[in-house]
DNA sequence: ACGAGGTCCTGCGAGC
DNA sequence: TGCTCGCAGGACCTCG
């Protein structure tokens, strides 16, 4: 489940492979990934663009051309990488870390764009939770402010989270979710700050009392940072652009756990829906 | 402005 | 072994 950390890992892997390059022939394998731009206009825009840079911004991977934005957004399962584009038959057997998640093959390809220099740039996804975008500039800048800070800015401060959080009365937990409050932040972060500060996820966000905010903002960026640090952390699917898994899976406190005992204080930790209806794990007598 | 619920998608694990 | 079933989830939508 790609989040700021994924996304940024993802990135990272690709930008110095892809800048300066030019696109060749694309392939789409399904439609439904698009959203607000054709099969047509996105791969005749496509084909033949050039990359000036690539970042991320909230949970996408933006690619500039001099032709507009290819804004990638991996959704639950997507992933962004680079590869060559035949497998050398003489290079060894994957190694059983990146067996499952590197399938020579690349199963679940749903797009495809060779590069100037042989490679190949993949998005990958085998739900198609994700989605792709084809922005102008005017089209970029509308969806880009729509979105909420970036956590790991320095413009990030308690401040400015308190204010979001003053903003609303839905609770804490579905506003650190909202990317139009806050960018980047999905269900396993979130869950972690909120843990690590001693808040209760469903407690209205407009009730985080003052003294709790600078301590959730703490942690909310140290999580995020040293998740980045981790190259992100990997449930199920998620892998780096090398086909690693992530590191952060090691450091979860409460994403997962349900049942099992608070690091903090042995409770066992609860599961609910009840938010957003997505399953949330807190502990109960350290959130409050 | 909020919560609740549905939709998109398909791999996977559980259960039979 | 082989099947069905329900869950997983980010973003977006409608409805009350």
Redesign the pocket.
Known sequence: ?P?LPEVETFVRGIAGKLRGRTFGAARLTHD?VLRGVTRRRLLTRLEGARVIRVFRR??HAVIVTDRGRLVV?P???GSLFVRSKVQDPRSKKPSARTLDLAPRTCD?AVLRIALSDGKLLIYRD????GTLLWLDEPGWEAYDAALGPEPLDPGFTAAVLGRILAG????VK?VL?D?RALAGV???YAQEALFEAGIDPSK?ANRVPGEAVPRLHRHLVRILRTAVASRGTTV??YRTGSGEPGGFQLELKVYGREGESCVRCGTSLAGT??ID???TVFCHRCQR
């Not at 609303?168 to 609770?171: H, M, Q, Y």
């Open positions: 489940m989040e439904d909230a949970k957004q959704g639950m399962t679940y085998p739900r198609r939770l609303s009365r839905a609770a579905k979710m990317q999905g269900n396993i209205p199920r699917d829906h009840a209806a997505r399953i």
